[in-house]
């Protein structure tokens, strides 16, 4: 069969008829594999010196133009040594529309269609070079069918603006990410694909892997293991809802407000396990996590991170976190406890010389917190639940803790003679979430020298902050203002102030007293203390970090809301 012109017009509509189709509809079995199958002339020999086919296909919104270029051997199809060396026998070039976004396409084939073929097991090579949209996929290895590629197999090269937009083209549930880039093999059988990524940069994160998805069943699993050197948590900024590279919005607030994608946590089940050796908090002000191991499974709409063990600065995180997409509005929830994380390491402090760390010691805590909404921003907006920690062995800078109380006369002297480290008795706090708003009960820092105390509310719904830090000292002080710190505003633009009510008044007696003698204008300013002020509250501290120390039983399971 030759043809110095040959051209097509191919067509699909919405409801399935195709003109490509011949005889009856096929019928597929429980592995989606045709149990009727229409048989084909065999052709010898095949030549189309110029090919041009304009496909349409409603369903998948695809508008393409091809050209293609087909030689053929004495035998079409055949395993011999014309189906695997020597020049191409088809070259194709494609461009158009598909799903709202442009491709292009190019595509050569060491052996001609299948479809002209009675060797239904005749693999040929194949490579592929194509563009979609801002993703490119580079595909070197075999095949048996070369224009659907149902049993193929090669090394692959993928790139795109997201790992979202990249699944959403092979029917995959894969969360949003920054551009990446993904290099690897596969192996595909029917409806069974097998991927092997050998080296996949997403941002700034280095990671690998081995998944198994299987497209045959009623829901498509995803199965397999990821694993890596490093992942910046920056890089799954927008599957969030947040952006890469600056989180703040136009309206001056931070936290995401991007709406989920729950229909396509629906459309698919997985179950991975992860095991990555280094997780960067996209903060210089905290230690990573090395290494972040954990279970991920989706059922149903539901997904489930568990088994979460995670180490950093000598201690460990455990627990679990759900989001359940079933409804309108996702439910999330989570149960995570810490143990042992060492302040000094796990916060970054930058000191001049040898200075000692602001602060240090063994923190552990839990938190059991539920939200739901539609975005980061409205789960968090309708948080629910406790949080608790406390510092063991802990120190303090003694300077911070003058600077806080506003002792001007022991801080001016540490300032001369050095900075030193003040032990902690007891280090305590409480905080509940209610609908978003976030009050400590209790949160008490006890030192041989003051009681730091802290209240107010942190609040998720508009993102404001009213903190009152106050400092009440065991000691006698000859020069302090002794005011409270208030911590106010957005989130994005928070401000330290002091208590003007308290301050105006030592300042305006000091400034009367000195009229009369200026030796009495001290007097406002000293503090003897308040021992039984500080005594009350080392004596709650100590009961609360009596209960938070206690270990938990058992981690308990993460149950959604009905």
């Given at each position: 069969?030759?043809?110095?012109?040959?051209?097509?017009?191919?067509?699909?509509?919405r409801?399935?008829?195709?003109?490509?189709?011949?005889?009856p509809?096929?019928?597929?079995d429980?592995?989606?594999?045709?149990?009727?199958?229409?048989?084909?002339?065999?052709?010898?020999?095949?030549r189309?010196?110029?090919?041009?086919?304009?496909?349409?296909?409603?369903?998948?919104?695809?508008?393409?133009?091809?050209?293609?270029?087909?030689?053929?051997?004495d035998?079409v199809?055949?395993?011999?040594?014309?189906?695997?060396?020597?020049?191409?026998?088809?070259?194709?070039?494609?461009?158009?529309?598909?799903?709202?976004l442009?491709?292009?396409?190019?595509?050569?084939?060491?052996?001609?269609?299948?479809?002209?073929?009675?060797?239904?097991?005749?693999?040929?090579?194949?490579?592929?070079?194509?563009?979609?949209?801002?993703?490119?996929l580079?595909?070197?290895g075999?095949?048996?069918?070369?224009?659907?590629?149902?049993?193929a197999?090669?090394r692959?090269?993928l790139?795109?603006?997201?790992?979202?937009a990249?699944?959403?083209?092979?029917?995959?549930?894969?969360?949003?990410?920054?551009?990446?880039?993904?290099?690897?093999?596969?192996?595909?059988?029917?409806?069974?694909?097998?991927?092997?990524?050998?080296?996949?940069?997403?941002?700034?994160?280095?990671?690998?892997?081995?998944?198994?998805?299987?497209?045959?069943?009623?829901?498509?699993?995803?199965?397999?293991?990821?694993?890596?050197?490093?992942l910046?948590?920056?890089?799954?900024?927008?599957?969030?809802?947040?952006?890469?590279?600056?989180?703040?919005?136009?309206?001056?607030?931070?936290?995401?407000?991007?709406?989920?994608?729950?229909?396509?946590?629906?459309?698919?089940?997985?179950n991975?396990?992860?095991?990555?050796?280094?997780?960067?908090?996209?903060?210089?002000?905290?230690?990573?996590?090395r290494?972040l191991?954990?279970?991920l499974?989706?059922t149903?709409?539901?997904?489930?991170?568990?088994?979460?063990?995670?180490?950093?600065?000598?201690?460990?995180?455990?627990?679990?976190?759900q989001?359940?997409?079933?409804?309108?509005?996702?439910?999330w929830?989570?149960?995570?406890?810490w143990?042992?994380?060492?302040?000094a390491?796990?916060?970054?402090?930058?000191?001049?010389?040898?200075?000692v760390?602001?602060i240090?010691?063994?923190?552990?805590?839990?938190?059991?917190?539920?939200?739901k909404g539609?975005?980061?921003?409205?789960?968090?907006?309708?948080?629910?639940?406790?949080?608790r920690?406390?510092?063991?062995?802990?120190?303090?800078?003694?300077?911070?803790?003058?600077?806080?109380?506003?002792?001007?006369?022991?801080?001016?002297?540490?300032?001369?003679?050095?900075d030193?480290?003040?032990?902690?008795?007891?280090?305590?706090?409480?905080?509940?979430?209610?609908?978003?708003?976030?009050?400590?009960t209790?949160?008490?820092?006890?030192?041989?020298?003051s009681?730091?105390?802290?209240?107010?509310?942190?609040?998720?719904?508009?993102?404001?902050?009213d903190?009152r830090?106050?400092?009440?000292?065991?000691?006698?002080?000859?020069?302090?203002l002794?005011?409270?710190?208030?911590?106010?505003?957005?989130?994005?633009?928070?401000?330290?102030s002091?208590d003007?009510?308290?301050?105006?008044?030592?300042?305006?007696?000091?400034?009367?007293?000195?009229?009369?003698?200026?030796?009495?204008?001290?007097?406002?300013?000293?503090?003897?203390?308040d021992?039984?002020?500080?005594?009350?509250?080392?004596?709650?501290?100590?009961a609360?970090?009596?209960?938070?120390?206690?270990p938990?039983?058992?981690?308990?399971?993460?149950?959604?809301?009905?």
């Amino acid at each position: 069969l030759s043809a110095a012109t040959l051209n097509a017009e191919l067509e699909r509509r919405r409801d399935g008829r195709a003109t490509w189709q011949f005889g009856p509809p096929a019928e597929q079995d429980r592995d989606g594999n045709n149990t009727i199958r229409v048989r084909l002339p065999s052709v010898g020999t095949l030549r189309v010196d110029k090919g041009n086919v304009h496909w349409t296909d409603q369903g998948n919104d695809a508008d393409i133009q091809a050209q293609f270029l087909l030689t053929s051997a004495d035998t079409v199809g055949s395993n011999g040594p014309d189906a695997t060396a020597g020049s191409p026998r088809l070259r194709l070039t494609a461009h158009g529309r598909l799903r709202k976004l442009p491709l292009t396409l190019e595509l050569q084939a060491h052996g001609a269609l299948p479809l002209l073929s009675d060797d239904t097991h005749a693999a040929t090579l194949l490579r592929i070079n194509g563009h979609w949209g801002s993703s490119t996929l580079e595909f070197d290895g075999k095949a048996v069918d070369v224009l659907r590629a149902s049993e193929a197999s090669g090394r692959f090269l993928l790139t795109g603006p997201s790992l979202a937009a990249v699944g959403d083209t092979f029917g995959v549930t894969l969360p949003s990410t920054t551009e990446f880039r993904a290099v690897g093999r596969l192996v595909r059988r029917g409806q069974q694909w097998q991927v092997a990524v050998d080296d996949a940069t997403v941002g700034t994160s280095k990671l690998k892997g081995a998944f198994r998805y299987d497209a045959s069943a009623p829901t498509p699993v995803l199965s397999g293991r990821l694993t890596g050197a490093r992942l910046f948590l920056s890089d799954l900024a927008p599957a969030v809802g947040a952006t890469p590279a600056a989180q703040k919005r136009s309206s001056g607030k931070v936290l995401p407000d991007r709406h989920f994608d729950l229909p396509s946590l629906r459309a698919m089940r997985a179950n991975v396990l992860i095991d990555v050796q280094k997780v960067d908090l996209n903060t210089d002000l905290l230690e990573p996590l090395r290494p972040l191991r954990a279970h991920l499974m989706l059922t149903d709409g539901v997904l489930r991170i568990e088994s979460i063990d995670a180490r950093t600065a000598q201690g460990s995180l455990q627990g679990s976190m759900q989001l359940d997409g079933r409804q309108e509005q996702a439910i999330w929830a989570s149960d995570l406890r810490w143990r042992g994380v060492e302040l000094a390491d796990w916060i970054h402090q930058k000191r001049a010389g040898t200075a000692v760390p602001y602060i240090s010691g063994k923190l552990t805590g839990s938190a059991q917190w539920t939200g739901k909404g539609q975005s980061t921003a409205q789960i968090l907006g309708s948080l629910n639940g406790p949080m608790r920690f406390f510092l063991r062995d802990g120190q303090v800078s003694h300077l911070a803790v003058e600077i806080a109380g506003i002792d001007l006369f022991q801080g001016l002297g540490l300032l001369i003679k050095g900075d030193e480290s003040l032990a902690i008795r007891c280090a305590a706090a409480q905080m509940v979430a209610t609908n978003g708003v976030i009050r400590p009960t209790v949160f008490v820092v006890d030192t041989d020298d003051s009681v730091v105390a802290v209240d107010g509310s942190v609040s998720l719904v508009d993102e404001t902050l009213d903190l009152r830090l106050v400092v009440t000292p065991k000691d006698f002080s000859l020069l302090t203002l002794r005011s409270p710190l208030r911590v106010r505003g957005q989130f994005a633009d928070p401000k330290v102030s002091l208590d003007s009510s308290v301050v105006g008044a030592k300042v305006a007696s000091s400034v009367l007293l000195g009229l009369i003698n200026p030796l009495a204008a001290l007097i406002p300013l000293i503090d003897p203390g308040d021992a039984s002020a500080t005594t009350d509250a080392t004596a709650g501290c100590r009961a609360l970090a009596k209960r938070i120390a206690k270990p938990p039983a058992s981690s308990r399971r993460v149950q959604p809301d009905r």
